[in-house]
Structure formats: C-alpha cells, structure tokens
C-alpha cells in the first residue's frame, strides 16, 4: 500500500472487553512498532518487531497486552480486560530497517467506557 | 533506556519570526535523531532527520544540528508562517525511537 494503514480509526469498548488492533505495514518494511499517546504527550513506546520476532516489548505494560506479527507484514495489538486507563491513540510506525525512517499509520483511537 | 528531555513544551512566535525547539539525550550510542510534526488529529509525519555523522543538515526553512558531545539537538524554523502551528517531536532511535514530550508551536498572524 501508500503508507501505514490502521484498522478500525476509532474504537469504543467496555471495560473488561477484548479488543484487536491492527496494522497494516509499508510493503518491505521489515521493522514495525507501536506506540501510544495520550493528549498532549510524546509517543510511548509499546513494542517493536524485526520481521516476525518480537526484538523488544519491554513497553508493554502488562500482561493484558499483546502483539503479533505472524508473517513479518501485518501486525495486531490485542488488549485483553480492557480498563479505562486503556484509552489513548495506539500508533503503529514501520521503517524499512531498523534505523531508517519511521513512517506513520493514522493511529486507531481506543476508548474504553 | 533512553532518556530525551524537549523544551519548550509551548512555543508562540509571530509570523517571520524564527522558532527553537531543543533536545537532549543521556545515551550516546545513538545515531539518528529524526523531527516530527503532528497536526491535530493527525499522524506524525517526519520533516528532517539527522545522523551522528552531520553536524547540520538544512532544507529550505527548516534546519537541524546535532552536538553529538553535548548530547543535544536543535530543530530550528525559519521565517515561520501560521501552516507551521502544531506539535514538533524530537526523537532518536536507539534500537526504538524514543520521543520527546512534544513542543506545541502557535505562530501568530
């Protein structure tokens, strides 16, 4: 595709649900992050993905969170239990390696009611 | 992990006028340190980028320098006009990107 493409654009769930987030890469890319901002802060880091592995999810910040990216292109956030506390604009990123340029999804709006 | 301070947290200019936005880092193996500008409501989208090699890179009005001894980086806008209101990230990459918190710029007709 263009760019990075996230799905759905906005979200609404009750507290306790389980939501998936997805994230749909720069054709190539091979490393894909998440992050998640709340207003008025910087991106916080969540976890990254060199191909299909996991090379650092020390953002995750519990065990109510995971992600995958089975084949090494999309990539899916899952938030089990959802808490208000949840709520935020989850961002995906890809880059073609690791220390190139960072390219932006819309971001999926997540809010927890 | 990293650490990157970003100051000012909110920058009003009047149009033509220059704005300054400064980064500094604690960890020195990084390497490339990218800008951002984030519209409200929109994604961040990247509008200069550096690495450890330069000390400055230029484009048009917009400018970056690095001290890489210093640990600290500069976005630097010139002749600022109301398009570039919004919220300007630094970042470095060091494994990840790591982001600073954001310096919101008014500029003023």
């Known amino acids: 595709g263009a760019g990075v493409s996230q799905t759905p654009s906005n979200k609404v769930t009750e507290k306790g649900k389980y939501v998936e987030l997805r994230c749909d890469p720069i054709s190539g890319h091979t490393a894909l992050y998440w992050y998640r901002q709340s207003l008025g802060q910087g991106p916080e880091f969540l976890i990254y993905?060199?191909?299909?592995?996991?090379?650092?999810d020390s953002g995750l910040p519990n065990d109510r969170f995971f992600a995958v990216r089975p084949e090494g292109s999309v990539s899916t956030l899952k938030i089990q239990r959802t808490e208000r506390g949840d709520s935020a604009v989850y961002l995906c990123?890809?880059?073609?390696?690791?220390?190139?340029?960072?390219?932006f999804g819309q971001g999926t709006r997540l809010t927890v009611v | 992990g990293e650490n990157v301070e970003q100051h000012p947290s909110t920058l009003s200019v009047q149009e033509g006028d220059s704005a300054v936005i400064k980064c500094t880092y604690s960890d020195s193996a990084s390497n490339y340190f990218p800008w951002y500008k984030q519209e409200l409501g929109k994604r961040p989208q990247l509008i200069i980028d550096i690495r450890s090699n330069v000390g400055e890179k230029k484009d048009q009005r917009i400018a970056v320098t690095l001290n890489k001894t210093a640990k600290h980086f500069s976005l630097h806008i010139t002749e600022t006009q109301p398009e570039d209101s919004a919220v300007y990230f630094c970042?470095?990459?060091?494994?990840?990107?790591?982001f600073g918190s954001g310096t919101k710029l008014n500029v003023k007709p």
């Open positions: 970042a470095l990459n060091f494994n990840k990107f790591y």
């Open positions: 993905f060199q191909g299909t592995g996991a090379a650092d």
């Open positions: 990123a890809s880059s073609l390696f690791q220390n190139t340029e960072a390219f």
